[in-house]
Each structure stands twice: as C-alpha cells, then as structure tokens.
C-alpha cells in the first residue's frame, strides 16, 4: 500500500532571465523593506541592483561569508530586525543561511533554542517571514528544502534547524546566473546534485513522487553536468544542472538521503570543506559499500534492482547493472580531480568521532541498508 506526503515552495519559477520577476515577486508579497542575504561575490549582484531598484521595497543587505554559523545568523537576526520579507541569492551557504534568518525573525529566543542535536530543537511557534530563495550554483537544492544546515563553531559540527513552514515562498531558478562558475565547483555542487538524486532514490522513505523527480533529475544530471564543466557557457547544459539541483532539493526533502549525506553533516563541520567536496568525494565509496553489503547481507533488495535503474539512466544502456552506474560514477568523480580528505586535515585519529557522528545523523538513516562501524571507516580509509 502506498502512502506519503510530499510538500515543495509554495512556488517555483524556473527559467533562463527569470531572474528579472523578481520586483514583480517583491510587489505581489507587499513587501516595503527587504533583506537581501547575499555572499561576498556573485556576478548577478549588478544585475540584481538594477532589478531590486524598480522596486518600491527598502532594501538592507546582509553579507555571509563561508558556511554560516549560529553567529552569523544571530548577526543577520539583528540585520533583519523590521523587515517583513528576506531573499537569499548566493549557493546553499547563503540560501540556508537566509532560510533561517526568515525562520527566527519572527520567533523569540535565541538560535540554539531551535538548531537540533547541539540546541534545545524547539519546534517555531510563528510561521517565518516569507522567503525568496535564488540559487547561483546548482547543486544544493536548498531553494526547495524545508531544513538550513547550520555551523556550531563551539561543538565543530552541522546541524540543521528544520520545519515545514521553512520551505520557501518563492524558488526562483534563473540558470544564467551559474554560467560564470568556474569548473571546480560547476563539479562539486553538480556532484552534490547527482548525489541528492541517487541518494533519496533509493532511500528507505523513497515515494512514487520523489522516484519520478529522481528519474527525470538524473536524466538531466546525466547528459549536462561533464558538459557544464568543460564548457560553462553551455546553455543547455547549464539548464540541466539548474533542473537536476531543483529536483534533487525536491526529492531530499522528501525521500530523505543516506550515507553520504549522513558523513557530510559529521564531516563538514570537523574539516570546514566545502559539502559539495565531501559528497563528491564520498559517492562512488558509499555506493560501493552499500551495493556490497546488499549483495552480501540482503540480495533481494529491491534497492539493488534501482541502482540497476540509476544506472541505465545514467549510462543511457538498457542492460547496465548497478555496477556499470557504480562505474560510470567512478570515472566522472576521476575526471573531475576530486581532492582526497586528507587534503582538508583528515586523518586516521578522526575516524571513530567521525563513524559515531554519522551513525547518530538524520540522513544516515534513509540508507537503503544500515551500513556498520567496519564498513563505514573502510569508507573513510578510501576516502583519505
Ligand atoms: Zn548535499
């Protein structure tokens, strides 16, 4: 018997110049003073400039610098104080970072009263202020997702603050505003994506929506992310990476993940590395791993039969087998020159910090088959 749930942004513009919709967006919310989340750099701030000037809307600007921790959104806390809308341009950093500035601004207390695991993971008593989440990678999906992963700078570990209502008014998908990234992360973001699409395909919590968001979003991912790396001028391909991060954010937030994920979280705040670094480096390890121990422990899985699926997505052969997705994954992950783990500080004494954390993870437990303590340092062995 089927049943599930499945809930997105309220609204998703999807499209290359949409990034011009956004004053009329500011109007149809009634918005008179704006906070503008943004990094330290992003090519599309000009254009935005113009665009945000046509709108009647006071505009304050916020700048997040890195992975956003609980004092940067404390510091955006106070940035905020009267506005009554916020929209986040920038990768996840700065999208998560504005999702919970929105999230807290209308709730009292402080940060750690909300953030689970390191904070008391209170549920917010007041819907947040409306959000307007502009991706300018495509990897995270954040614009989609209900959760900010947060840094505790104190505890060296991220964590998520997280609630339906987080989910963002508006997604506003513009794939022009990825053609400048440069090919490093054009790779690991778009690694990132192809992660968020294989990990909640075969997760535990998998649903016949998310499995027709993963099919579609791999499909993308498939055919453009090479593509966009070469050559990031590739209209085509960039718009693929743009759909493939939005259905990946799509399917996370409601299939959950898994291993990769699970390490990430861990991970990210013991070696301050980028996500997008960590998930590209740990993929094809964790996919191995687990088409092993369901080979070995559980050979009737259905989860193998859809790393088969994976793989004639990916492939685009009707006879591959999950090995040849495995496979196919190995030489992108070694054409993009992934660092090693060692490379961000990574060594043998982290490893059993590293293995408690992850089994303790939210998204460790969507992993089609759960994965021991042994089998989890051979992944870090591999990965260092
Ligand atoms: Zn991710």
Redesign the pocket.
Known sequence: MISFEFATANRIIFGAGKLNELAKQIGELSAKRVLLVRGYSSDAIPRLTEILSESAAAITEFQVHGEPTVDVIRNGLQAAYECDLVIGLGGGSVLDAGKAIAALATNPGDVLDYLEVVGRGRALINAPLPYIAIPTTAG?GSEVTRNAVIESTEKNVKVSLRSAWMLPRVALVDPELTYTLPPPITASTGL?AL??LIEPFVSIKANPTTDAICREGLFHAARSLLRAYKNGSDKEAREGMALASLFGGMALANASLGAV?GF?GPLGGMLHAP?GAL?ARLLPLVMEANLNALEARQPDHPAIVRYAEIAQILTGDENATARDGLEWVRNLVSTFHVAALSVYGMSKTDFSAAVENTMKANSFKGNPIPLNEEELITILEQAI
Request: hydrophobic share 10%.
């Open positions: 995270t990132d992660t968020q994920h990430a996500h998930c």
